[in-house]
């Protein structure tokens, strides 16, 4: 009978965990009901307890405290999205309640989950109930009250799994989206594979990971690149599993072989690799989801990083200054709006390519500046911003922008002359006068606020709420336009990305002078993925 946890026996359990959802993470992603281009909520707690897993592989400590503070601060830096940094805190949390154990029983372990949930709330500004913080709350409060006469570790795990499992199936009476889509939390149905794994090693049968698929000439997919004469800017890499295992790929490759170089396209099974060097990773992208679900998607910018290499090896320090502003961005013309409007770094990220804290902190180290702003520039960005601050001892103040125009209009309204709480209180009034639309096209099958929404259908989207179903991506910007104009708006400033042709777009943009002839209408070129149109209204 096991009635004592070690740090090796929390090691096995968090890579068993970690291996169980990396297999399990498609079916996660599954469960997202909003039907937009995403990272996806498996996918981004797969990267950050694998990042945890990874560092524990080579640590033979027996202390569980030690143990579990790497897992801790390894998560931290690996956390992708919410979903990612919220597990990271809850491994934070259980972190702490075992400081100075060398090992645990079960009421040591309860609460420590106690503590993993109080943690994870903490970190998120307004919590919602009916997702992964609920199955992780009731499942800790549930524990607490059993440790006392369940002193069989496995036995403890079993019964709280099971309060888990309980609470997870009843998050779509807690969030009428979820009911509204038949599915629960995706977030919380990730916390309890985690579990599960972790429990399967506990009876002696640790979960190992599904091999990948073996390619043959996998040297070929590090490409080298002739960095003087760069033609197609993004290395796009990424997986996809097919809906059938009868779709030919013939088609996808025919028609992505024009949008780039540097191509691969390898098929094994049900698994589809693509890497493909182009300057349109989002028609890529778009063509890739009518084959199946997308996963590891990998974006770089090849010419930024370049230049920002060569820089590094030929230019001397800059003086420091007194505040530096980082920005999360995606399209080569929205990142050289933001370079123009003085942000010190860009961070490579956006929606389905959501950095990790880890990311965010490399590009924050190069700026010459103790107090540094942030600008996520996506909801699902501003939680793993937020946790910088905990791996430097630079100022980051993170300016909750969750769209590219309140990225812009923040940096606009910003004041090296003034002091730091001037400029957050400045920056936050500009984000308050920034009205967002969006046009893009459905990821997937959805009802969605009595909207049924068809995969490739092009979305309307006012802010984050879709508004408009369509089929021609000018008529739904149109729409969405006339949705956000009032009689106080003035400016109303249109990015078209890289799948909008430039006639196209300046057809939107006679079109729209014509309807508001007192507003200021300003058309540049983002050149983002995902997004037809990115539309601010000020």
């Excluded at 090693?201 to 190992?208: H, V």
């Excluded at 180290?365 to 601050?389: R, T």
Aim: hydrophobic fraction near 40%; include cysteine; proline fraction near 3%.
């Amino acid at each position: 009978m096991l009635n004592i946890l070690d740090g090796q026996s929390l090691k096995k359990l968090i890579i068993s965990g970690a291996n169980n959802l990396e297999n399990n993470k498609k079916m996660v992603d599954d469960l997202n009901v909003f039907p937009v281009p995403d990272g996806d909520t498996g996918t981004n707690m797969s990267m950050t307890i694998n990042a945890a897993a990874r560092d524990l592989i080579s640590r033979d400590d027996a202390n569980i405290h030690n143990i579990s503070e790497h897992i801790a601060s390894s998560s931290l830096r690996g956390a992708r999205g919410n979903s990612g940094v919220i597990l990271s805190q809850l491994f934070r949390g259980f972190s702490r309640a075992l400081k100075d154990k060398k090992s645990v029983n079960t009421i040591d372990l309860a609460f420590a989950l106690k503590a993993s949930s109080d943690t994870a709330y903490k970190a998120v500004m307004k919590p919602t109930e009916g997702t992964i913080l609920t199955v992780a709350r009731e499942t800790a409060t549930y524990a607490v009250e059993i440790a006392e006469d369940t002193q069989n570790i496995l036995e403890f795990a079993e019964k709280v799994l099971e309060k888990a499992r309980e609470t997870l199936n009843r998050t779509p009476d807690m969030l009428p989206v979820l009911k509204q889509a038949n599915v629960v939390d995706a977030g919380g149905m990730g916390l309890v594979v985690i579990l599960e794994g972790a429990i399967s090693a506990l009876k002696g049968n640790e979960i190992t990971r599904i091999a990948p698929v073996v390619y043959e000439n996998t040297e070929k997919l590090s490409i080298q690149i002739d960095t003087d004469n760069i033609k197609f800017i993004y290395c796009t890499e990424f997986i996809i599993t097919k809906k059938s295992l009868n779709y030919s790929i013939t088609p996808f490759r025919e028609v992505i072989e024009q949008k780039g170089d540097s191509i691969l396209v390898i098929e094994d099974a049900d698994i589809v690799k693509v890497h493909i060097h182009t300057n349109k990773p989002g028609f890529v992208l778009e063509q890739a989801v009518k084959i199946g679900d997308l996963s590891n998607i990998k974006i770089d910018n090849m010419k930024l990083q370049h230049n920002e290499a060569t820089l590094n090896e030929t230019v001397e320090p800059l003086p420091q200054k007194e505040y530096g502003i980082v920005a999360v961005t995606t399209g080569e013309g929205i990142e050289q709006i933001f370079k123009d409007v003085g942000t010190d770094g860009l961070v490579m990220g956006g929606q389905s390519m959501n950095p990790s804290t880890e990311d965010i902190l490399k590009v924050i180290n190069k700026v010459n500046s103790q107090n540094i702003f942030v600008l996520p520039n996506n909801k699902n960005i501003i939680l793993a911003a937020g946790q910088v601050n905990e791996l430097t001892d630079k100022n980051v103040i993170v300016i909750p922008t969750k769209t590219i125009p309140q990225g812009i209009g923040a940096m606009l309204a910003f004041d090296k002359n003034a002091p730091v709480k001037e400029n957050i209180n400045n920056m936050g009034e500009a984000i308050s006068q920034v009205k967002t639309g969006l046009v893009t096209f459905a990821a997937r099958d959805s009802e969605f606020d009595g909207m049924s929404i068809k995969s490739g259908d092009i979305m309307g989207m006012e802010e984050d709420k879709i508004t408009i179903i369509g089929d021609n991506p000018n008529n739904v910007a149109a729409q969405i336009i006339a949705k956000l104009v009032d009689k106080n708006s003035y400016v109303i400033t249109l990015l078209y990305g890289e799948d909008i042709e430039t006639d196209v777009a300046k057809s939107l943009l006679d079109e729209m002078k014509i309807l508001y002839p007192k507003c200021d209408i300003m058309l540049y070129k983002g050149g983002q993925p995902l997004y037809y149109y990115i539309i601010s209204v000020e």
